[in-house]
């Protein structure tokens, strides 16, 4: 359909209406973000200022003889060094378990900004290493959102056919084929909630950020709200590098520690890709729900611009003019009585001459038709649309859709990689709204 009005020009086609609508979307949640962002952390920043400046001002007055220049460049020198996550690190950054652990948040884009590489060889190979290494990522994550959408889907199937059973809806032992092909039909084409599917991604999500904690926060010695701030940055692949896991030389159960670390990232960017991917699903819903209430409240406006204002009110079965006409006609005849007109020649029907002659113009003028025209032109619509309906069913019971095609509307076909798995996965939710 058209995301435009009716009405209206030039039509706008859904898709890119949806993609306008989306751009002002995130333009405003990033205006909004940064309004709280900037409320919450600004005097904690400025706070954080002064304190640098007045510890920087009594080291200047214990130590007056120190030369300011050579203590700015040594300031200069650890800030980098910081940033590089020399000074936050004790163990060796480029040996080969902290390489592995570098190429780990490269292929994974979480990009964690503590270990980057220095020399040109080093960037250079990081620029075809990553290009390849993301993509393959991205298809393992894809194809793990097959298989767990997949796995959802059998199990919420199995529970809706368990309840199906219990009501008594479906046949437990079917005593004819016919019934028992159309519960397998219908067992067949039932798609899950996205909404469920959501629910069991983000619950899914929640434990495992909450067993990472668990080892995170005594093992790092972070707070458990630090170890679940920790796990949402590493799992969602935003990477800012303030905590990072396992960059102490030597821990206690170090290689379950290590190998735990990795497979908590490993499940929980999974996991937190998928979430992500179906909640994008739900806020494309909206968009188009957005879309289709606008187009029918302005198609509803211009249908009440379209119609002519101040327009005198007419009788429903002889408007007005026509009865001032007949009164004339009357007096006409009353005043000329003594004429008469011949005996061969029928009297007129002014009723049925007038009505007939004016009803052309009465429908292209815009004015109220009599009640016998209005009931034969109702009676042409209604019979217009019969045969529409008629058609269209049995259109359809000749050639019924595929029953693994991808459904057309409702904002959920198309799209490639993440979003063409759950299209073809939670269509059904869409057939259902």
């Known amino acids: ?30 205006i909004i973000g940064a309004a709280i962002f900037s409320e919450f952390e600004y005097d904690k920043e400025q706070e954080d200022r002064g304190e640098y400046d007045t510890a920087l001002e009594l080291f200047r007055q214990r130590y007056p003889d120190i030369n300011i220049s050579d203590l700015n460049q040594l300031l200069e020198a650890h800030a980098e060094a910081s940033s590089r996550g020399l000074l936050t690190s004790k163990r060796p950054r480029w040996d080969f378990p902290g390489a592995f652990y570098f190429v780990g948040t490269v292929v994974s884009t979480i990009g964690f900004g503590m270990t980057t590489p220095q020399t040109d060889e080093g960037k250079i190979f990081l620029l075809f290493y990553g290009l390849f290494g993301c993509a393959s990522t991205i298809l393992f994550f894809n194809l793990f959102l097959e298989r767990i959408i997949t796995c959802l889907a059998f199990c919420m199937k199995k529970c809706h056919e368990r309840d199906l059973r219990r009501k008594g809806l479906l046949n437990q032992q079917p005593s004819n084929s016919r019934s028992s092909e159309g519960d397998s039909d219908s067992l067949e084409a039932w798609k899950p909630s996205v909404y469920w599917v959501m629910l069991y991604l983000g619950i899914a999500a929640i434990a495992i950020a909450c067993s990472a904690a668990a080892m995170y926060s005594p093992v790092e010695k972070w707070t458990y709200l630090e170890s679940i701030y920790f796990c949402f940055i590493a799992f969602s692949t935003i990477g800012f590098g303030d ?9 206690q159960n ?17 996991c937190i890709y998928s979430l992500f991917n179906v909640i994008s699903i739900i806020i494309k819903q ?18 009440k611009k379209q119609q002519p204002k101040g327009r005198p009110r007419r009788n429903a079965i002889t408007p007005g ?3 001032r006409r007949l009164q004339m006609q009357s007096r006409a005849n009353h005043a000329d009585n003594s004429r008469s007109p011949p005996a061969d020649v029928p009297a007129p029907e002014p009723d049925r001459l007038s009505y007939d002659s004016d009803s052309d113009s009465r429908r292209m003028s ?8 209005f009931l034969a032109s109702n009676k042409v619509s209604l019979a217009i649309m019969q045969k529409q309906l008629s058609e269209t069913a049995n259109h359809a019971r000749a050639a019924p859709p595929p ?8 904002g959920l076909a198309g799209g490639v990689g993440a979003l063409a798995i759950l299209n073809s996965k939670l269509a059904g939710e869409a057939n259902k709204q």
């Open 1 to 30: 359909m058209a995301a435009a009005c009716c009405c209206c020009s030039p039509r706008l086609n859904e898709d890119n209406a949806r993609f306008i609508l989306l751009a002002f979307f995130i333009t405003g949640y990033m």
């Open 243 to 251: 905590y990072v896991a396992s960059q102490n030389v030597k821990y």
């Open 254 to 270: 170090q290689p379950f520690y290590r190998f735990g670390n990795f497979i908590f990232i490993l499940i929980g960017a999974c």
């Open 286 to 303: 909206f968009l188009t729900w957005i879309i289709r209430k606008t187009i029918k409240y302005c198609c509803r406006c211009c249908k």
């Open 321 to 323: 003019h026509l009865k």
């Open 366 to 373: 815009g004015e109220m038709i009599s009640m016998r025209d």
């Open 403 to 410: 029953r693994h095609s991808h459904y057309n509307g409702g």
